[in-house]
């Protein structure tokens, strides 16, 4: 978001509950991931997946699997987006506000993995560069339990 826009401090209870309910449950991919928000705030959100057996992509190491890093940091770059949107429009009722995600994908998405992956769980966080009125620019991180950066991801998304 550009360093001229006006963020609100936090976001309604509704709004937040909402948009969890659409990003934990409905979307049901995250689920497979376990990805659990930890964090959201109208400039920055943070999530989190604990390690499991079936996120392991190389079985000697007990690495999580590649994809799942670049799913994850996907997932993560549009709750980014949603967040920016949300605070955009803080002049509608949550609910409205929660009803303008349905146009939102990925259109562009790159992932630098950095070191492996390995770990008890793993920290994200992202936020919007940019959020113009039809394209969202992002970048996120995939962070250790030790806080170590794994992976980093950059991704543009079509908001409108």
Do not use: W
Not at 56 to 76: E, F, K, P, Q, T
Not at 105 to 110: A, C, K, V, Y
Request: proline residues 2%.
């Amino acid at each position: 978001m550009s360093k001229t826009t006006v963020l609100p401090a936090a976001f309604e209870s509704e709004f937040v509950d909402g948009l969890k309910a659409i990003f934990e449950d409905r979307i049901v991919f995250n689920q497979v991931l376990g990805l659990k928000i930890t964090e959201l705030l109208p400039e920055r959100v943070c999530g989190r997946i604990q390690m499991r057996r079936e996120l392991i992509g190389h079985y000697a190491h007990n690495r999580v699997h590649g994809g799942v890093i670049s799913a994850s940091l996907d997932a993560m770059g549009g709750l980014a987006c949603m967040a920016a949107i949300g605070a955009r429009h803080m002049d509608e009722d949550p609910t409205q506000r929660l009803h303008r995600f349905s146009k939102l994908g990925t259109i562009d998405l790159r992932i630098d993995y950095l070191r492996p992956g390995i770990g008890e769980h793993f920290d994200l966080h992202a936020e919007v560069l940019r959020l113009g009125s039809r394209v969202a620019s992002t970048r996120m991180e995939f962070r250790g339990a030790d806080g170590r950066l794994l992976s980093v991801g950059s991704g543009a998304y079509i908001v409108s």
